[in-house]
Nanobody
Framework: QVQLVESGGGLVQAGGSLRLSCAASGRRFSSYAMGWFRQAPGKEREFVAAISWSGGRTYYADSVKGRFTISRDNAKNTVYLQMNSLKPEDTAVYYC?????????????????WGQGTQLTVSS
């Protein structure tokens, strides 16, 4: 089992940058593929980015491709989401998620564990 705690959200102007962090506790963080999701008010939660257990594979939603970068540091049990060129439509609660994996893929679904979320607000 793994517990996830997101941090780094806040208020930023359009065009700005921010980095979210997700700290994981529990054993064998490197056994988990990780993902970031977001949920805007009145909308369903949507996939943002994913990374394999080794960090060797990543996958992005089209809406953030080229602007967001997911990375991980297995020595620190932490996954990051670097967000650049932010837009007002990026405003949402951002969640990190984990799923056990031994294949080495990045997933858009099937996550077992979720954090509590961190709010990002992008002003125009």
């Amino acid at each position: 089992q793994v517990q996830l705690v997101e941090s780094g959200g806040g208020l930023v102007q359009a065009g700005g940058s921010l980095r979210l962090s997700c700290a994981a506790s529990g054993r064998r963080f490197s056994s988990y593929a990780m993902g970031w999701f977001r949920q805007a008010p009145g909308k369903e939660r949507e996939f943002v980015a994913a990374i394999s257990w080794s960090g060797g594979r990543t996958y992005y939603a089209d809406s953030v491709k080229g602007r967001f970068t997911i990375s991980r540091d297995n020595a620190k049990n932490t996954v990051y989401l670097q967000m650049n060129s932010l837009k007002p439509e990026d405003t949402a609660v951002y969640y990190c998620a984990a799923r056990r994996d031994s294949i080495g893929r990045a997933y858009t679904y099937g996550y077992d564990y979720w954090g509590q979320g961190t709010q990002l607000t992008v002003s125009s």
